[in-house]
């Protein structure tokens, strides 16, 4: 593959809902420009989209994938990304590096939260976006219905392209409302517009026009004096509105029947902004905020927004070349960690395939093998002209597991391979938990961790998983004291110390403070150091459940020493036990975390939703209603949503989406309490 012109290049994501039939229409695409000499099925996992094994066996894309295409002297990369939302950080960095998104609806399935959650991040990167109606050829369409679904769930202006052929109650084709030509069946051979339609395509083509002399001041003035435009202003007009969002394509298809597909990529090609026209990338040059487009001559910035760890293949790193001009066999600086990196050979990468290319110019895409520093979301170019690109704001893993090492030949090479796994995928994350002592791998969703925890196996680590402790915190609500001697005596020198203190409740998040009042020498100033060691280990370990103590104030106020056995040991054991009777003196108290969670579902299933929030001891903010979606807002203790993504997929029959954030720590309630503490306790025994 030769390399392009920045203005020969269209970048394009194809975004929809699980199941809306983006990966068979990209193999139509492939089928139909003779890239491919047969229709690969996502079924016989024999697509080029889904290559992975894992994608083959589930019968869904779980990774975003690379596509170009050659078009009459244009390159079209395309996109192909997971439609599940478990991966949706996959979708969001492939729409940080597009110019445009073609929104895949299922004609029979209308509007689904996939779909409107993508739509979102479109509206984020300002990104325009053409519509198709795919599975067209199927039966108990919703066209009319998927319509007006449209008009509720976008906040923009739909206009038809095309208006679909349907002959004997099937989908047979397209009529081009630009060209004013019919296209049936399969292929790209012209046919007069069906007698029939005439009225219905003189009708959506003067839509189509006014759409495109209301995106620019000269050809509105020449539509309102004139009442016509020429085809080269229709195209120019329209082209302009895409770009600035003014309103959105719709375009008809049948992927698996391979109907419509090449008056799709000819639209792709003539109304998808080139990188240069195209949006900018909001970045840090030299320390000064601002913005780069695409430009063969300016500074070379490379995002990267996707890395993958092969154990056969080894790392391959994709970019898109922001700006500058890429060269193989050259020396980079990664901006972002401060190191240097050796690029080889680059490759434009179709599927799994890799195609070997010199140069790559801005507004390009590629991959490059083999970068030891290079994570997603990183920045490289040369090194004397710093640039930064602004990485997009991912959402919050909501789902997590408690991963151990099956083996101990696991147990050395788990953490570093959990954090390449997650180098991969900005919403997969994982983290040492201080107060269960527990690796938590957290993600977006179960089927997410799935992927990850065999990805994991893939690299040669396998790994035990649990549902993760909750990391309660505990803390006492009012004042306690206590004294407490500790003294041995073994034959020789003995053990004896003495320690009297008080235990006080401080502000929520204020941490922990010790102060001594000890006056006339009853304790060495030597020993109250001591005292202090004793009382922070039993915080890490907890009093009552084993969970880390917060918030607390511990006041040494009396105690005794022994002239000969008073030692360093004895007082840090007699402050330690001395500080857990005070505690529980002090009216001790198991605090649990509390989250935010921000859930959007169906307005048919918000009832169940807020009823099930109830029944897990949460407590309703507010609602609010958007399009034909409600948007529920409530604080509920994290340890009833440690699942929440199985149960809200299942009452909204995966329709339901949620966001979970961290609020604050409060009091758990004295029954939940009990039965934790008594867990805690047999735990305790059984060890």
Not at 32 to 45: E, K
């Amino acid at each position: 593959m030769k390399a392009y012109a920045t203005n020969s290049i269209r970048n394009v994501a194809l975004v929809s809902h699980q199941g809306g039939g983006k990966t068979s229409l990209v193999e139509a695409i492939l089928f139909d420009l003779g890239v491919t000499n047969r229709l690969g099925s996502v079924a016989d996992g024999t697509t080029i989209s889904d290559f992975d094994q894992e994608e083959i066996n589930r019968q869904m894309s779980l990774n975003t994938s690379m596509i170009p295409l050659e078009v009459d002297g244009v390159k079209v990369n395309l996109l192909d990304t997971p439609g599940y939302t478990d991966f949706q950080g996959d979708v969001k960095n492939a729409m940080m590096v597009a110019d445009a998104a073609l929104i895949v609806v299922d004609a029979s399935a209308g509007i689904e939260v996939g779909t409107e959650l993508y739509w979102s991040f479109a509206d984020e990167f300002a990104l325009p976006r053409m519509i198709v109606l795919n599975k067209m050829d199927r039966e108990n369409l919703q066209v009319e219905n998927t319509m007006s679904q449209m008009g509720v769930s976008f906040d923009m202006r739909v206009v038809p392209l095309q208006l679909p052929i349907i002959e004997g109650g099937k989908f047979t084709g397209v009529v081009d409302l630009l060209g004013l030509k019919a296209y049936r069946g399969v292929g790209s051979q012209a046919e007069e517009i069906p007698a029939e339609m005439a009225d219905a395509v003189e009708e959506a083509r003067l839509a189509l026009i006014e759409a495109a002399a209301e995106s620019d001041d000269s050809l509105l003035e020449k539509y309102l004096d004139s009442g016509e435009l020429s085809a080269a202003e229709i195209i120019d007009g329209l082209k302009k509105g895409f770009a600035q969002n003014s309103f959105a394509p719709l375009i008809y298809a049948a992927g698996t029947g391979n109907i419509g597909i090449r008056p799709l990529v000819d639209l792709l090609v003539k109304l998808v902004p080139e990188p240069s026209h195209g949006r900018t990338f909001k970045a840090v040059v030299k320390g000064q905020e601002g913005t780069l487009q695409a430009d063969a001559k300016g500074p070379l910035a490379l995002y990267v927004f996707k890395t993958t760890v092969d154990p056969f293949v080894g790392r391959l790193t994709y970019f898109r070349v922001i700006s500058g001009t890429l060269k193989a066999d050259s020396r980079y600086f990664n901006h972002v960690k401060g190191e240097e990196e050796r690029f080889g050979p680059l490759y434009v990468m179709r599927g799994k395939e890799q195609n070997q290319i010199d140069v790559l110019n801005a507004g390009d895409i590629g991959a490059v093998a083999k970068l030891n520093h290079t994570a997603t979301g990183d920045t490289v170019g040369d090194k004397d002209a710093s640039v930064l690109v602004a990485p997009p704001a991912f959402p919050r893993p909501v789902y997590a597991v408690a991963v151990s090492p099956s083996t101990q030949a696991d147990s050395a090479k788990m953490g570093p391979t959990l954090t390449r796994v997650c180098d991969e995928d900005p919403t997969l994350m994982w983290r040492q938990d201080p107060a269960t002592k527990e690796a938590v791998l957290e993600g977006m969703g179960d089927v997410h961790i799935t992927v990850a925890i065999n990805r994991l196996a893939t690299l040669g680590v396998h790994v035990d998983t649990a549902v993760p402790k909750v990391p309660y915190q505990e803390t006492v609500t009012k004042v306690g004291d206590a004294r407490y001697r500790h003294k041995k005596q073994t034959g020789g020198a003995g053990q004896f110390g003495e320690v009297a203190l008080r235990v006080e409740p401080r502000e929520r998040g204020s941490g922990f403070e010790y102060a001594s009042e000890v006056f006339g020498g009853v304790i060495s100033q030597s020993f109250i150091p001591s005292i202090e060691k004793g009382i922070r280990g039993v915080m890490e370990r907890g009093v009552i459940a084993g969970y880390p103590v917060v918030d607390v104030k511990a006041v040494v106020y009396d105690g005794k020493e022994h002239p000969v056995d008073s030692k360093d040991i004895a007082f840090q054991i007699a402050g330690r036990e001395a500080f857990k009777l005070a505690f529980q003196d002090a009216g001790a108290v198991l605090l649990e975390p509390i989250m935010s969670i921000r859930i959007t579902v169906p307005d048919s299933n918000m009832g169940d939703v807020i009823g099930d929030l109830s029944s897990r001891r949460g407590q309703v903010q507010g609602t609010e209603s958007v399009g034909s979606r409600s948007i529920i807002t409530a604080m509920v203790p994290l340890a009833e949503v440690l699942r929440y993504s199985n149960d809200l997929r299942s009452m909204t029959q995966g329709r339901g989406v949620y966001r979970l954030d961290f609020s604050h720590y409060q009091p758990a309630p004295s029954h939940i309490a009990q039965e934790i503490i008594a867990q805690a306790k047999r735990e305790e025994e059984e060890e």
